[in-house]
C-alpha cells in the first residue's frame, strides 16, 4: 500500500511538473469570429505540430432515420481527396509532410481535423480548405468509403462489446433523437446519394454552425488571415442550438438477448448531468470512485470478473454506466448494486476523497498533453458546456468537490438502470438486475 501511494504521488508530482511547465510559456486561449464563425486560439509555441478541427454542430438533429451516417459519409470521401488536391495528390502531400486529416462523429457534432508541422501549415491549410469545402465526390471513393462503413457497421454484432453498446443506446435513447446512430445504420449508408451528400454539405457548411479549435504555434493575426479567405467566405446561415430534452428514465430495465457464448456480457445506462450542470464535476469524480471500487470488489476480492468497468460520457443528453462480463451475473450485479448504494449511503472520507481527485487529475493531465487532446477539449467545453472558457475553471471545479457533494449526486442520479445483458437468459433473475 505504500508503495502504490508512493508511485501515486511521483505521478501526480510528474504531471504537475509537465502541466506548470507548459503554462509557463503557453498562451491563454482567445477567441475571435470571422463572419459569423467562431474561432479558438490557443498558442502553444512549446512544440512545432499545429491541430486544427473544425467542428459541424447539430449531431443527430441534421439527420433522420434516413441519413443516419451522412456526415462521416461526407468527411470519410472528404479524406480521399478533393477537387484541386485528386487522391493521388492529396495523399503524396500528406505522405511526404507527415501530416493526417482525419474525422468522427457524435451525437452533437462532426468534425474534421488536421494535423500538421508549423512550416508545412501553409501547404496543409489550403489543402484542408479544399478537402472540406470541395470534396470530389469520386464514384471510386463513395464506393470505397461506403463498403468500409457498411463492414463495419455489420461486424458490430460479431463483436459483443460492440453489440452491447449499440443495444444499450437503443434502449437508453428509446424515442429520443439520440436513437439516431451518428455512424449510420445499413440501411441508411446503403442507400445515401451522392446528390443527398452535396446538398447536406451545402446546407450545412454554415459559419454560424461551425466551430474552429486551433492549438499550435501559430499567431492570431496569421490564423484570423487565412480563416477570412477560406471558411469566412461561407454563408452564415442562422444556425441556433435546438431545444434538448434530457432522457428521464421513471423506472429501472432489463433486456436480455440470448447469445451461446463462454460469458455475459453486462452494461446499465443511468442519465447523468452534461458539462453545462454544476453536478457535471462532482458526477465525474463519483463515477471515478465508483470504478476503482467495482475493480476491487468485484475483481480483486472476488474474482468474479477479470473487467468490471464505470464510465461516463460527455454529451448534451448525458449518461454514464457500468459494465461487466462474468459467468455469474446475479451475484455479480448484487455486488456493483451495493457498491453504488454504498456511495449514496456512506460519505467516503476525506483522504480518500484528495487521493481519487490526485489519481483523477493526472489522468486529466495526461489526456491533454498533445495539441489535438486540448482543442477537443476546448471544443467539447464550447458544445456541450457552457463555452471554452470553463476549460480555464475545470481543475479549479474539481478541487472544490467533497465528500457531500459525491453523496448527493450518487442520490441523485444512481437510479432507474437501463440494464441490457448477451448471454444466458436463465442466468438472469431480472428482480436483480431492476434493483437499482
Known amino acids: 500500500m505504500r508503495t502504490y501511494r508512493i508511485l501515486t504521488l511521483a505521478v501526480v508530482f510528474l504531471a504537475l511538473l509537465v502541466l506548470c511547465t507548459f503554462n509557463a510559456v503557453a498562451q491563454s486561449p482567445e477567441e475571435f469570429s470571422v463572419n459569423g464563425l467562431k474561432v479558438v486560439l490557443k498558442t502553444n509555441p512549446t512544440n512545432d505540430i499545429i491541430s486544427v478541427k473544425l467542428y459541424l454542430r447539430g449531431g443527430v438533429f441534421n439527420i433522420n432515420d434516413s ?48 494535423r500538421c508541422l508549423k512550416h508545412q501549415f501553409d501547404e496543409l491549410w489550403d489543402v484542408f480548405i479544399d478537402v472540406v469545402m470541395n470534396p470530389a465526390f469520386t464514384e471510386e471513393d463513395v464506393n470505397l468509403v461506403r463498403k468500409t462503413m457498411l463492414v463495419n457497421i455489420r461486424q458490430r454484432k460479431d463483436n459483443p462489446d460492440s453489440y452491447l453498446r449499440e443495444l444499450s443506446n437503443d434502449l437508453f435513447y428509446q424515442g429520443h433523437a439520440y436513437r439516431l446512430n451518428p455512424d449510420g445504420v445499413e440501411s441508411s449508408v446503403s442507400s445515401i446519394r451522392v446528390e443527398q451528400m452535396k446538398s447536406h454539405l451545402s446546407e450545412h457548411l454554415k459559419t454560424s454552425k461551425l466551430l474552429l479549435v486551433v492549438v499550435g504555434n501559430i499567431s492570431k493575426e496569421v490564423l484570423a488571415e487565412k480563416v477570412k479567405t477560406s471558411f469566412g467566405l461561407l454563408p452564415k446561415g442562422d444556425y441556433s442550438v435546438p431545444m434538448i430534452l434530457l432522457v428521464q428514465h421513471s423506472s429501472a430495465a432489463v433486456k436480455v438477448v440470448e447469445q451461446q457464448m463462454p460469458t455475459n456480457y453486462i452494461r446499465g445506462s443511468f442519465s447523468v448531468p452534461n458539462q453545462a450542470d454544476p453536478d457535471y464535476y462532482a458526477m465525474r469524480v463519483a463515477i471515478n470512485i465508483l470504478g476503482y471500487r467495482l ?4 475483481r480483486t476480492k472476488r474474482n468474479l470478473s477479470y473487467a468490471p468497468n464505470s464510465r461516463m460520457g460527455n454529451e448534451l443528453v448525458n449518461q454514464a454506466f457500468i459494465y461487466v462480463t462474468t459467468v455469474q451475473p446475479d451475484t455479480t450485479i448484487k455486488v456493483m448494486f451495493a457498491e453504488m448504494k454504498k456511495l449514496q449511503t456512506e460519505p467516503i472520507s476525506a483522504k480518500v476523497l484528495k487521493d481519487r481527485i490526485a489519481l483523477f487529475l493526472t489522468d486529466y493531465y495526461m489526456g491533454n498533453e498533445t495539441n489535438s487532446a486540448q ?22 471545479n474539481i478541487h472544490h468537490i467533497t465528500a457531500a457533494d459525491i453523496q448527493r449526486v450518487a442520490n441523485k442520479y444512481f437510479r432507474n438502470l437501463q440494464m441490457v445483458v448477451i448471454g444466458d437468459p436463465k442466468l438472469i433473475d431480472k428482480t436483480i438486475f431492476t434493483s437499482m
Not at 511526404?96 to 481535423?113: F, G, K, L, P
Not at 467545453?381 to 481543475?395: L, N, P, Q, Y
Open 67 to 114: 441519413t443516419q451516417g451522412i456526415e462521416p459519409l461526407i468527411f470519410g470521401i472528404a479524406e480521399k481527396g478533393s477537387k484541386k488536391y485528386p487522391k493521388e495528390k492529396l495523399f503524396q502531400i500528406l505522405d511526404r509532410t507527415a501530416a493526417s486529416i482525419t474525422h468522427s462523429s457524435t451525437h452533437d457534432y462532426s468534425s474534421i481535423s488536421l
Open 375 to 396: 482543442a477537443e477539449f476546448l471544443a467539447n467545453c464550447e458544445i456541450v458546456g457552457k463555452g471554452w472558457k470553463t476549460a480555464e475553471s475545470f481543475i479549479e
Open 295 to 298: 475493480f476491487e470488489e468485484v
